[in-house]
T-cell receptor, first 114, second 114 residues
Framework: NAGVTQTPKFQVLKTGQSMTLQCAQDMNHNSMYWYRQDPGMGLRLIYY???????DKGEVPNGYNVSRLNKREFSLRLESAAPSQTSVYFC?????????????FGNGTRLTVT | GENVEQHPSTLSVQEGDSAVIKCTYS??????FPWYKQELGKRPQLIIDIRSNVGEKKDQRIAVTLNKTAKHFSLHITETQPEDSAVYFC?????????????FGKGTTLSVSS
């Protein structure tokens, strides 16, 4: 049981390049999330998906797109990377979509945009 | 939308002392309040949570209190140890037609010196 798996662990991009961050969970969770973490800013919600086929914007969605490919996988795409998107990205999932469920986090992807 | 304020941003204590971290939230509909601990270079891990129908919850040296009327909740760590040194995040749930998500505070860096 791997939990929440994120790939890659590290990535360096040049400004304007595109890439997709991958996330998969094997816990049969319904809801999945993408957060970014910057020093002094905490964890900020980018996008989330309450169930397969649905996605919704979080606090900081600009510059990102997401795809809930199936129940297991939730990807985050940067179409044209900018230095402001340098961050650590965490994917997370919740067992149920209702309140009162703790988030299970992946190990994160450290992205640097030069 | 939900806004979660967390204080202090840094906290230094001597081993054996108590530490208190406070959070306030803005959305009166929030009903789930978890606390996460994040060690350097690692993913956030849930340490304790509380739901809106409970005023206090304890787990060994850790306790959380919730005041729904005032919209604030606090983390209390007693008999602190060096291994308690980490960044601590509070969070509050939000729910809408799209589903449920967690909004985080900006974090508190706790340093416990021996």
């Amino acid at each position: 049981n791997a939990g929440v798996t994120q790939t890659p662990k590290f990535q360096v991009l040049k400004t304007g390049q595109s890439m997709t961050l991958q996330c998969a969970q094997d816990m049969n969770h319904n809801s999945m999330y993408w957060y970014r973490q910057d020093p002094g800013m905490g964890l900020r919600l980018i996008y989330y998906s309450a169930s397969e086929g649905t996605t919704d914007k979080g606090e900081v969605p600009n510059g990102y797109n997401v795809s809930r490919l199936n129940k297991r996988e939730f990807s985050l795409r940067l179409e044209s990377a900018a230095p402001s998107q340098t961050s650590v990205y965490f994917c997370a999932s919740i067992r149920t979509g209702g309140s009162g469920s703790p988030l299970h986090f992946g190990n994160g992807t450290r992205l640097t945009v030069t | 939308g939900e806004n979660v304020e967390q204080h202090p941003s840094t906290l230094s204590v001597q081993e054996g002392d108590s530490a208190v971290i406070k959070c306030t939230y803005s959305d009166s509909a929030s009903n789930y309040f978890p606390w996460y601990k994040q060690e350097l270079g690692k993913r956030p891990q849930l340490i304790i949570d509380i739901r809106s129908n409970v005023g206090e919850k304890k787990d060994q040296r850790i306790a959380v209190t919730l005041n729904k009327t005032a919209k604030h909740f606090s983390l209390h760590i007693t008999e602190t140890q060096p291994e308690d040194s980490a960044v601590y995040f509070c969070a509050a749930s939000i729910s809408d037609q799209a589903g449920t998500a967690l909004i985080f505070g900006k974090g508190t860096t706790l340093s416990v010196s021996s």
